[in-house]
């Protein structure tokens, strides 16, 4: 082992060190697992059930009528997140996309959109016109109001009622921490402020972001309450496989419309040709339980060692996760730099590259990212990024087999500590 670490430049240090740190790690990896074995159970059976086939692989073009493959796919999503409807599709481009299609889709010019739990992630600032943006919600007339998180991460009951009013039609919930230093929820979490929400106003539409979440727990938002769940395919559900796309998973009445408003009135989920990359998709799915497991014992893995060295982590080395997401406050943007050099440093792909921070439409401050990943941008491969600003904080997410996040991680502190920012005892 000693001797393929040192070929990437690795102290022997700083493997004895995480060797250490990973031993005592036995009992959590032990139940991630355990979820992984029980959520793989639920997509193959959701295959199953829905007789998925060779012939649901074959591509199609055009208009992209009557392809059975595309719509057994969307059944199998809607099966294991357990919804009425789900809406899988190439054309949704990302995250973001999918998100914005399902909030425009289901507010109209007058309506209110509440986020009970703070200020949502930054690309939907211009999606709903917090920054002001061409063809945001508020240029249509929606409004938008928000609650803050009580100074513990807890949600404030007092202050969703009161903001709760005639007017407010959907409200948010963004599951994962994002880029801020708030804690992930737990889906049971969420279905009790789904709960109080419609205990206030039993009508309104409850969406969770779900990215990052998809099969870290053995349930998902909808099955406790959410009228929509939203995600993208190049993180967790696309299992590091799928090229491309976005899913959105919920009630029929919430998906019709979210395929009219992705489509075209009237058009909805009979358009949109998938192409050649169905496989792809299907396979993704199938493999994402296991992928989520080993991109989750990367982040408790860097939460652990990080912790150790005195850094402050969110989540902590011994929290239950709800994503795959590790931050670790660096304190530094050179620390950023050195750990981010380390992830790109491991990669698979573009290892040669050194990243360094730049604008990002989106983003309002410099983000640094490092990545060296089959799909472009994909977040479920080993990734870290962060934006360059106070407290200086990398999110560290991914990693297709654990044994890469591994390399990657024992890379980073490497990288810190030739550069004399870290000190190891
Ligand atoms: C990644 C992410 C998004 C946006 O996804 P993109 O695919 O980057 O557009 C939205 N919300 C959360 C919480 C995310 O993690």
Request: a negative charge; one cysteine or more; aromatic letters at 10%.
């Amino acid at each position: 082992m000693e001797n393929i670490y040192a070929k990437f430049g690795i102290d022997k240090k700083i493997l004895d060190y995480s060797q250490k740190i990973i031993k005592e790690l036995k009992p959590r990896f032990e139940e991630i697992d355990a979820v992984a074995e029980y959520n793989q159970a639920k997509v193959i059976k959701a295959m199953q059930d829905n007789r998925v086939d060779a012939q649901c692989f074959a591509g199609s073009t055009g208009y992209g009528y009557n392809d059975a493959g595309r719509d057994t796919l969307e059944q199998v999503y809607a099966h294991a997140f357990g919804t009425e409807s789900a809406l899988v599709r190439p054309q949704i481009t990302c995250g973001t996309h999918a998100l914005a299609i399902a909030l425009s889709a289901n507010l109209l010019p007058g309506d209110e959109l509440l986020s009970p739990v703070g200020r949502p992630y930054d690309t939907l600032e211009e999606v709903i016109g917090i920054r002001p943006s061409p063809c945001s919600l508020a240029e249509y007339g929606v409004s938008y109001n928000e609650v803050e998180l009580l100074p513990d991460g807890s949600f404030d009951y007092e202050g969703i009622r009161n903001a709760i009013n005639e007017r407010t039609k959907l409200i948010t919930i963004q599951r994962s921490k994002g880029y801020a230093m708030r804690r992930t929820f737990s889906v049971s979490q969420i279905g009790e402020l789904i709960a109080f929400c419609k205990s206030v106003k039993p009508d309104v539409i409850c969406m969770v972001d779900n990215c990052y979440g998809e099969f870290v727990e053995v349930i998902e938002p909808s099955n406790v309450g959410a009228d929509m769940i939203v995600g993208s395919l190049i993180k967790n559900p696309g299992g590091g496989l799928a090229p491309i796309g976005g899913y959105i998973c919920g009630s029929k009445e919430c998906v019709d419309r979210c395929a009219f408003r992705l489509s075209a009135p009237g058009l909805g989920q009979e358009v949109g040709a998938s192409l050649d990359v169905k496989t792809s998709l299907y396979q993704g799915f199938f493999m994402a339980p296991t992928v989520v497991a080993g991109a989750l014992k990367g982040a408790i893995f860097a939460a652990r060692l990080y912790e150790s060295l005195g850094f402050r982590v969110l989540p902590d080395g011994n929290e239950s996760r709800h994503d795959i997401i590790q931050a670790v406050e660096l304190g530094s943007p050179e620390r950023m730099i050195a750990f981010c050099k380390g992830i790109q440093a491991a990669a698979p792909v573009d290892s040669y590259l050194t990243p360094i921070p730049y604008a990002m439409p989106g983003y309002n401050a410099d983000v640094i990212m490092a990545a060296g990943a089959f799909v472009q941008g994909s977040s479920i491969e080993l990734s870290a990024d962060g934006p360059i600003r106070e407290p200086y904080s990398v999110y560290f997410q991914g990693g297709l087999t654990w044994y890469h996040a591994k390399l990657g991680i024992m890379m980073s502190l490497q990288k810190m500590y030739e550069a004399g920012l870290v000190d190891i005892k």
